[in-house]
């Protein structure tokens, strides 16, 4: 279950590096990483500085692949553009981890709400 920790947000970033390999600009890869970023850094909020790093540093790592084996690509990739995109990625798992740590609104703490409404919908239910 640790190793999915870190598994999720390299998928999640090579699923963004790799579907930018055709687009020209990077307004497609920092929308993803946004939302991804707040996604993961609200999912694993202790970790959110390292799902953020794994997400964002992917996308350098896959342009660098593609121009060592001359992958065919509409631009000229720049690896400072690609670094600049750890940016949005750290910025949004940190702002999900805050919002993990400070909503009451956990998946645990909604499960018990559900459950507690239900038992109050029963005809037996008695408030103490």
């Known amino acids: ?20 390999l055709g687009n020209v600009d990077l307004l497609f890869a920092g929308t993803l990483l946004l939302l991804m970023g707040f996604v993961v850094g609200w999912w694993w909020p ?16 896959v342009q660098l692949w593609a121009s060592v084996v001359q992958f065919p690509m509409p631009y000229v990739p720049d690896p400072l553009q690609g670094l600049l995109l750890l940016i949005p990625a750290l910025l949004m798992a940190g702002f999900g981890a805050i919002v993990h740590n400070k909503t009451p609104y956990t998946p645990a703490a909604l499960r018990a709400r559900l459950r507690r409404a239900q038992q109050a919908d029963h005809h037996d239910y008695e408030q103490p």
């Open 1 to 20: 279950m640790k190793f999915l920790r870190y598994l999720v947000p390299v998928g999640i970033g090579l699923l963004i590096a790799l579907a930018d």
């Open 46 to 61: 202790r970790q959110w500085w390292l799902s953020g790093l794994l997400m964002g540093g992917i996308l350098p790592l």
